[in-house]
C-alpha cells in the first residue's frame, strides 16, 4: 500500500511512493510522529536524477527486511532538495562540518527536535570498501538512542550550538574595485587548464558563472587573458562528451580532465546559464561555434525540459533501460562501431567513428563510446556530416528515453527565462523569445500570489506547498528582467520590481548580508545563508545583480545601495576563491562599469529604430541594461525625457550619473557599448 508521499507533487517523492518504507514528508506531524514514539528520525535527502539515490533505493529503501528496521525503529522523512533546498543547506552543512565531505542521497538521524547526531551519504546493502552497510548503520543509531541517550543529545546539542553559531563574515567595507577583480582573474589564471579549459582537476563542471566574469571582465579591461579562457573553455566543452553532439544541451559535469566522459543527467539549471554564456560568448567573439551551440542548446530546453503549461522541468535522468531491461548510464546517448554500422552503413559509420571519436575500445563502458569532437579528426564533407547527424539523432529517438523530472522550479525558470529571451534575440528567433514569454506567464499565473510572494515548484500547472527562497526571488527577477529588454514590454520590469522589494523586505540581514529564506520562513536549526557560487548562482549574488539591474532602470538609490551591500562578500571571497564566486565577479564587472543604461527611442517597426535596438541588445558593456519603445512611453522610466533626434530614432547612453549625446546610427552606438 502506498506511504504518506503518494499526494505529493515531488517527481522525487512520488518515486517514493510505494517503498515498503513508512514515508513521511517534511513536515510538523513527522516530529510530532517521532516525540510520540520516542524515536529518532531517519532523514533522507535526494533528487529524481541522481543516480546513487536510485542505488539506494533499489538497495535499502525497496527491501522489505530493511524497511520493517527501519518502520519499527525510525520516523523515516523524505525530502527532495530541489523543493527544500533550505533544509538540504542546513543538514547539508552539518554533515560536511562533520565528515569533511557531503553529497547526495544524504542520511542524517536527528532527535524528535530536529537536532542531526549522526551522519552519512550513501550506505551499501553489505559491508563494502570500509562503509558500513545501512543496515548495520540503522542499529547502531538504535542501540545509541536506548541505550546511551544522554550521550545522542550532548552531541546534538554540541552541533546545533556550533551550527547556530556560525556567523558569516562577508567581507570588508565596500565594494569590490579593480584590484580585487585583477586578484579574482590572477586565481582563476593559477587554476586554468590550458591543455583542457575549464579550472581545477577531475570531475570538471560547466564554469559558466565564471566565463561570464571573464567576458565581462574582457568587456571592461580588454584583457585578452580573460577572452582566450573564456573563449578556448567555451570551445573544449563543446567539442567533448559533456556536450550531446547530437541532441545539444550539456551533461552535469565531466568525470576526467579533458571533458569526454559525462555524468550523463542533465540538468534545466546547467543548460540555461550555459545557453547564455555561449551566447555573450559570441557577442565578444563572433564565434560560429559559440553561436551553433547557443542556439543548439535552446532548442535542446525547448524540445526537452519544456512542460505541457509552458514552463521548464528540471533534469533529465543519467539511466535508462539499455534495451535489455537494465536501467544503465548512458545508455540513451552511448554508441559502439556496431551500431553506427546498424544505422548508416560501413562508409559512413567509419566517417562518424572517426569524426565523433567512437573507438573498437571505446571511450566509455562495455565497448561504447560518448560522441566527442576530436580536434586529430580533422575536417570532413559538411553535409555529409549533417546527414550522419540526422540519421543518428532519428535511430537515438527509437531508444528509451531517460526519465524525466517534470517539477517546474521557479529560480531555474528564471534562468531558462534568460537565457532564451537573450538568444532569441541575438539570433534573430522569436520562437524562443515566445517560449520565454510562456514560461515568465506561467510564473506569475501559478507561482506568484497577490502580493507577489512566489512558490518555489509547481508540477502540472499545480503549486506546490514550498515557499520560494532567495534564488527564486532572485532568478526570476533576472528573467524578467531579461525579457523586459528583448520585449519592450514594461510589465516585466514592473514584476521584477515586486519580487526585489519582497528581497528588500524579507531577505536582508544587516551591513548587506542577505538570507537564503525570508524573515517570515519554516524556522529551521540554522538560517541558511550560502554566498558562494556553486552549481547555479546563489541567491545572494543573483540578488545582487538583478538589484544592480533594476536600480539602473530606475534609478532607484534603495535598489542600489542593497546590490553595493550585497557585493561586500565579493570583495571578501573574489581574490581567495574566485571560482566559487563567479557571478558575484560578473556583477562586480558590472558595478564597475556603471552598469550602462541604455534607452533607443523609435517607432517599433521603423527599420533605423531596430537596427539602434539590435544594437544596444548586442553590447558587451557588463550588466548593460536596454529599454526600448515610443519616445517618452511610459513602459520604462529610461525612456522618459528622451526625444527623437531630427526625428529620427535614437540611442542614448548614460553611466555614473553622465550621459553622453544621443546617436541616430547604430555603428556609432556600436563603439560606445
Known amino acids: 500500500m502506498p506511504n504518506r508521499l503518494a499526494h505529493e507533487t515531488s517527481p522525487y517523492l512520488l518515486q517514493h511512493a510505494d517503498n515498503p518504507v513508512d514515508w513521511w514528508p517534511w513536515s510538523a506531524e513527522a516530529f510530532e510522529e517521532a516525540r510520540r514514539r520516542?524515536?529518532?528520525?531517519?532523514?533522507?535527502?535526494?533528487?529524481?536524477?541522481?543516480?546513487?539515490?536510485?542505488?539506494?533505493?533499489?538497495?535499502?529503501?525497496?527491501?522489505?527486511?530493511t524497511a520493517a528496521l527501519v518502520n519499527e525503529h525510525f520516523v523515516a522523512v523524505k525530502v527532495d532538495r530541489e523543493e527544500r533546498p533550505d533544509v538540504d543547506a542546513v543538514y547539508m552543512e552539518a554533515v560536511q562540518a562533520a565528515t569533511g565531505q557531503g553529497g547526495w542521497p544524504m542520511t542524517v538521524f536527528l532527535t524528535p527536535d530536529a537536532a542531526p547526531f549522526y551522519f552519512g551519504t550513501y550506505f551499501p546493502p553489505e559491508p563494502r570498501h570500509g562503509m558500513p552497510s545501512f543496515p548495520e548503520v540503522l542499529e547502531g543509531v538504535r542501540g545509541a538512542w536506548a541505550d546511551r541517550r544522554d550521550e545522542v543529545g550532548e552531541v546534538a546539542e554540541r552541533i546545533v550550538k556550533d551550527l547556530s553559531g556560525r556567523s558569516l563574515a562577508y567581507g570588508g567595507e565596500g565594494v569590490p574595485g579593480e584590484e580585487d577583480l585583477a586578484q579574482a582573474l590572477l586565481g582563476l589564471t593559477r587554476e586554468y587548464d590550458a591543455t583542457r579549459g575549464g579550472f581545477g582537476g577531475a570531475p570538471k563542471f560547466p564554469p559558466s558563472m565564471a566565463l561570464e566574469f571573464l567576458l565581462r571582465h574582457h568587456a571592461r579591461t580588454g584583457s585578452e587573458g580573460a577572452l582566450q579562457m573564456a573563449a578556448d573553455t567555451g570551445e573544449a566543452m563543446a567539442r567533448g562528451g559533456i556536450y550531446d553532439q547530437l541532441g545539444g544541451g550539456f551533461a552535469r559535469y565531466a568525470v576526467d580532465r579533458a571533458w569526454v566522459v559525462p555524468h550523463f543527467e542533465k540538468m534545466l539549471y546547467d543548460n540555461a546559464l550555459v545557453c547564455r554564456v555561449y551566447a555573450h560568448l559570441w557577442k565578444a567573439t563572433g564565434s560560429d561555434l559559440a553561436r551553433r551551440v547557443a542556439l543548439e542548446t535552446a532548442d535542446f530546453l525547448v524540445r526537452e525540459l519544456r512542460t505541457p503549461e509552458g514552463g521548464f522541468a528540471s533534469a533529465?535522468?543519467?539511466?535508462?533501460?539499455?534495451?535489455t531491461g537494465k536501467h544503465v548510464e548512458g545508455a540513451f546517448y552511448v554508441w559502439t562501431p556496431e551500431q553506427l554500422a546498424a544505422v548508416?552503413?560501413?562508409?559512413?559509420?567509419?566517417?562518424?567513428?572517426?569524426?565523433?571519436?567512437?573507438?573498437?575500445g571505446g571511450t566509455f563502458e562495455h565497448g561504447s563510446s560518448v560522441l566527442q569532437l576530436p580536434p586529430e579528426a580533422g575536417p570532413a564533407d559538411a553535409d555529409r556530416i549533417a546527414s550522419i547527424r540526422a540519421r543518428l539523432l532519428a535511430a537515438r529517438e527509437e531508444r528509451e528515453r531517460p526519465g524525466r523530472d517534470d517539477k517546474v522550479v521557479a529560480a531555474w525558470n528564471g534562468l531558462a527565462i534568460a537565457a532564451l529571451a537573450e538568444v532569441g534575440a541575438l539570433f534573430d528567433r522569436p520562437d524562443l523569445v515566445d517560449r520565454a514569454t510562456e514560461a515568465a506567464d506561467l510564473l506569475v499565473r501559478v507561482h506568484m500570489d497577490e502580493s507577489a510572494r512566489l512558490t518555489r515548484t509547481s508540477k502540472d500547472g499545480r503549486a506546490g506547498t514550498n515557499a520560494g527562497v532567495l534564488e527564486d526571488y532572485a532568478d526570476v527577477a533576472e528573467g524578467f528582467l531579461a525579457l523586459a529588454a528583448v520585449t519592450g514590454e514594461g510589465a516585466w520590469l514592473e514584476f521584477a520590481g515586486f519580487l526585489l522589494d519582497i528581497v528588500l523586505d524579507r531577505f536582508t540581514a544587516e551591513g548587506g548580508a542577505l538570507y537564503d529564506t525570508a524573515h517570515d520562513a519554516e524556522t529551521l536549526i540554522r538560517r541558511p545563508q550560502d554566498p558562494t557560487d556553486n552549481?547555479?548562482?546563489?541567491?545572494?549574488?543573483?540578488?545582487?545583480?538583478?538589484?544592480?539591474?533594476?536600480?539602473?532602470?530606475?534609478?532607484?538609490?534603495?535598489?542600489?545601495?542593497?546590490?553595493?551591500?550585497?557585493?561586500?562578500?565579493?570583495?571578501?571571497?573574489?581574490?581567495?576563491?574566485?571560482?566559487?564566486?563567479?557571478?558575484?565577479?560578473?556583477?562586480?564587472?558590472?558595478?564597475?562599469?556603471?552598469?550602462?543604461?541604455?534607452?533607443?527611442?523609435?517607432?517599433?517597426?521603423?527599420?533605423?529604430f531596430q537596427a539602434l535596438r539590435r544594437t544596444a541588445l548586442r553590447a558587451t558593456a557588463p550588466g548593460a541594461v536596454v529599454a526600448a519603445g515610443a519616445p517618452g512611453g511610459e513602459e520604462f522610466p529610461l525612456l522618459k525625457d528622451r526625444p527623437l533626434v531630427g526625428g529620427s530614432p535614437a540611442a542614448y547612453v548614460c553611466r555614473h550619473f553622465t550621459c553622453d549625446a544621443p546617436v541616430t546610427d547604430p555603428e556609432e552606438l556600436r563603439r560606445k557599448l
Open 316 to 323: 533529465l535522468d543519467a539511466d535508462s533501460d539499455d534495451g
Open 344 to 360: 548508416l552503413g560501413e562508409q559512413d559509420a567509419a566517417l562518424a567513428a572517426a569524426h565523433y571519436g567512437v573507438t573498437e
Open 38 to 65: 520516542d524515536v529518532p528520525v531517519l532523514l533522507s535527502v535526494g533528487y529524481s536524477s541522481c543516480h546513487w539515490c536510485h542505488v539506494m533505493a533499489h538497495e535499502s529503501f525497496e527491501d522489505d527486511t
Open 535 to 608: 552549481a547555479t548562482p546563489s541567491g545572494w549574488t543573483a540578488a545582487a545583480g538583478a538589484l544592480l539591474s533594476y536600480a539602473a532602470h530606475t534609478g532607484s538609490e534603495a535598489h542600489r545601495a542593497a546590490a553595493e551591500g550585497a557585493l561586500g562578500v565579493v570583495k571578501a571571497l573574489g581574490p581567495r576563491a574566485p571560482r566559487f564566486i563567479g557571478w558575484g565577479l560578473a556583477v562586480a564587472e558590472a558595478l564597475l562599469d556603471g552598469p550602462r543604461e541604455i534607452a533607443v527611442v523609435g517607432a517599433p517597426d521603423d527599420e533605423a
